[in-house]
């Protein structure tokens, strides 16, 4: 059983405000111009990202996987966060190729384009096509999906 302690800051952690603070105080002060605007299109929550900005930089993660791209607002932040040496890169699964277009003039601003090679397809389809390449088993420095267990049970549409 929960304690009422843990109870309480269960809900804590999930109250609007605590949420709001969060935002106002960690992740704007943080958001560059650019992912601004993005998130500002796309007229949604932004979803706190640092620590992934922090994993993608102490792991120097290069070969990286994003899958549920929607408008790109995670996309973005890890493509301007690995290194832009012509070898960094991230394959964007989504099967929404309009929302991925939303975003697209966003990462052309940001000069991110040729890091980023979108697939359109169903999460599980792409994965296997690249699965079928030896080359990529276990090649990837770090995978990227606001639930990866949860896209694979809950929010994936197959
Ligand atoms: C929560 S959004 C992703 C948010 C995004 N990472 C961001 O930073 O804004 C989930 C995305 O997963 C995509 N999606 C859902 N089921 C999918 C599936 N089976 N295969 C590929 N994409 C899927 C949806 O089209 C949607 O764009």
């Known amino acids: 059983m929960m304690s009422l302690s843990n109870s309480i800051s269960k809900e804590l952690l999930h109250s609007p405000e605590l949420q709001e603070y969060m935002l106002e105080t960690v992740v704007y002060p943080r ?21 992934n900005c922090l ?10 996987i994003e899958i549920g791209v929607f ?30 277009e939303i ?18 397809s169903s999460t599980l389809s792409a994965l296997d096509e690249l699965l079928n390449e030896n080359d990529n088993r276990g090649s990837f420095d770090f995978p990227s999906s606001k639930q990866t ?10």
């Not at 607002?73 to 989504?94: E, F």
């Open 71 to 100: 408008t790109g607002y995670s996309l973005v932040l890890i493509a301007l966060t690995i290194p832009d040496d012509g070898k960094a890169s991230i394959i964007a699964i989504d099967l929404d190729r309009d929302a991925y």
């Open 103 to 120: 975003g697209l003039p966003i990462i052309k601003k940001a000069n991110i384009e040729h890091k980023i090679n979108f697939i359109q």
């Open 149 to 158: 267990k949860l896209a694979i049970k809950s929010t994936m549409r197959e």
């Open 31 to 51: 958001e560059t111009k650019l992912l601004k605007e993005l998130r500002l299109i796309t007229s949604n929550h932004p979803r706190s990202l640092s620590t």
């Open 55 to 64: 994993l993608l930089k102490l792991t120097n993660a290069k070969k990286t």
